[in-house]
């Protein structure tokens, strides 16, 4: 529950700080106190969105610190631990606990605004997610949103706590939906596309009776070369390899002549030795080269038929990258981009049969999983409508008759199968119908008031506020809605703010609200009130600013019977 409440130039509040019991808590002030401004600033602190105007005139910025006791709030726990952010700074005067939990805002002048929970900073989405564990904030403009359908559906899973069956089933209409897209899709682009499979399919029928290989093309190419000009190449070889190696002349002969000669020159000049060193070494350079020629010669040989046929497969390769529109040397790799093409699509028309097959079942789970969660808030409804009843009835609607419409539906929802709404009927003999179509304004507010009472009751959040809930309504239905609200907070936190006496005298503590104003400011205080105070305040809302000393028995009374019945 929520224990402590700290603002900081927040509108027209300067400093407030509020220590919060548990039980029924009655928030009480004229017009324009400042009722509001503690809303807001709870508000804040669970994520709502902030402007520069919450900041007080003349302010650097605005700070919100509320502190909660979540000891008996085990999800709230789980979520800080999950988030690690269960450790945290706390009040002053106040020893540090893991049943506690801070929450804190500040909004500059310039409209942005800063969160920590537990002294980390966070982002406001986060503070969302968690003040869901921690408060419910229940406002008098609720009745509004009880013309809308879309909200009868989530009051109805929160009042059947169905919320986790819910979180399954819009994950399973979420598999189901992708699924259904992406078969969607992969049959729009088969029909697009047989006619590239077609081609493909030749194209790369084409090529692989080709068959060609890396590199291939190079090869060939220098092999063709050679087939064409090997005549030549035999005739120039043997030609090179007798001037090299001939008994008439060639060089290997005239080169061991000239050793010779050196050889047998009558000098011991040392120069001779390097002139006799370097004939040596051509002779050996020559004798290799003429090894090398008789080889290369005598393994050229003439064949007509591997040049037809290598000059054929050269101009099938060039007449297939003239038609694919490539060079020659892109063929190869061309070849294995097609095949890698086809095998997709090809893959694709499998993935069509697995993807429906896949829907298939995701739809069968879907119905299947949509009805156990249609029958579960059929049976939530029928037990909602005998609550919601027995409240209209205490709060003078005895005749009027409450029912939650289940229609079932063949087009799937992320919620199921289900189309919730809430029917009302006011005067006997008259059927039930939507309530936008039936109540008045008096009517709407005593049913939204006796829905959030019901639906209150099980809420698995401890602290539940009511801003002005019980507006529209007076006289004894005014206590009766004081004593629903008492009642409520008996197991918990009620924050409730109130403008009839008659719910006023209701609460285990009463907080006033005040607006005092000098020359060149205003500011809002907030007071706890003593009994005699509060009777002055009952008086005051009873009778207005003259309080007579009938209207002061009035409200001493009324306090004083409520307290009595309270403690029985």
């Known amino acids: 529950m929520l ?35 503690l809303l807001d600033a709870l508000g804040l602190a669970l994520g709502d969105r902030a402007d520069a105007d919450s900041v007080r005139h003349g302010a650097a910025k605005a700070e919100i610190l509320a502190q909660f006791d979540i000891s008996q709030l085990p999800q709230a726990q789980h979520w800080l631990l999950e988030n690690e952010l269960e450790e945290g700074e706390h009040k002053p005067n106040q020893t540090a606990s893991t049943q506690e939990c801070q929450l804190r805002r500040v909004i500059h002048n310039n409209g942005r605004s800063k969160a920590w929970i537990n002294g980390q900073p966070c982002s406001v989405q986060l503070l969302k997610k968690l ?43 979420k598999n189901w939906q992708h699924c259904r897209r992406q078969l969607e899709t992969l049959k729009n682009q088969d029909d697009k596309q047989q006619a590239r499979i077609e081609l493909l399919r030749y194209q790369v029928e084409e090529l692989e009776q080709l068959a060609l290989e890396e590199q291939e093309l190079q090869s060939l190419e220098e092999e063709q070369q050679h087939l064409a000009n090997v005549d030549t190449l035999i005739l120039e070889g043997q030609a090179a390899f007798n001037l090299c190696d001939s008994d008439e002349g060639g060089a290997r002969q005239l080169l061991n002549q000239a050793c010779n000669r050196i050889n047998h020159l009558p000098s ?11 004939l040596g070494d051509a002779l050996i350079q020559i004798e290799e080269a003429s090894r090398e020629l008789e080889h290369f010669v005598s ?55 697995q993807l429906a097959e896949q829907l298939q079942q995701l739809t069968e789970a879907f119905r299947q999983q949509a009805a156990q969660l249609s029958q579960q808030r059929k049976t939530a409804a029928y037990q909602l409508n005998q609550n919601i009843n027995e409240q209209l009835s205490l709060l ?28 009302i009927s006011t005067n006997p003999g008259q059927p039930p119908k939507p309530m936008i179509k039936i109540a008045s304004g008096g009517e709407l507010s005593r049913i939204s008031l006796a829905i959030q009472v019901v639906t209150a009751q099980t809420s698995a959040i401890p602290t539940l506020v009511f801003d002005e809930v019980d507006v529209g309504i007076s006289g004894g239905t005014a206590e009766i809605v004081g004593q629903l609200l008492h009642n409520l907070a008996q197991k918990g936190q009620i924050l409730s703010v109130t403008h009839l006496p008659q719910v006023a005298a209701q609460g285990d503590q009463h907080l006033f609200i005040k607006k005092s104003s000098t020359e060149n400011s205003t500011h809002s205080e907030m007071v706890w009130l003593e009994q005699e105070q509060r009777v002055t305040e009952l008086a005051r809302m009873l009778g207005g600013i003259d309080l007579t000393e009938q209207t002061l028995a009035h409200a001493h009374e009324m306090l004083q019977h409520s307290q009595q019945r309270l403690t029985c």
């Open 3 to 37: 224990t402590y409440l700290a603002i900081r130039n927040l509108a027209i509040v300067e400093a407030l700080e509020l220590d919060l019991p548990s039980g029924m808590t009655v928030i009480t002030g004229e017009t324009g106190a400042g009722k509001s401004i």
């Open 299 to 353: 393994s050229c040989e003439l064949d007509p038929e591997r040049l037809q046929f290598v000059e054929e497969r050269l101009s099938t390769i060039y007449q297939l990258a003239r038609k694919h529109h490539i060079t020659p040397e892109e063929l190869y790799q061309h070849s294995l981009k097609l095949r890698a093409e086809l095998n997709s699509i090809e893959n694709g028309s499998q993935n069509i049969e």
């Open 268 to 278: 011991q000049d040392a120069r001779l030795n390097d002139i006799r060193q370097m």
């Open 396 to 423: 003078g609607m005895s005749n009027a008759r409450f029912e939650v419409s289940i229609q079932n539906s063949e087009q799937f929802q992320a919620h199921g199968l289900d189309n919730v709404e809430f029917l």
């Open 131 to 173: 003040g869901s564990h921690l408060i419910d904030i229940h406002g008098q403009h609720e009745h509004q949103s009880l013309l809308q359908r879309e909200s009868h559906l989530r009051l109805l899973d929160a009042f059947a706590h169905l919320e986790p069956q819910v979180q399954d089933q819009q994950a399973l209409f």
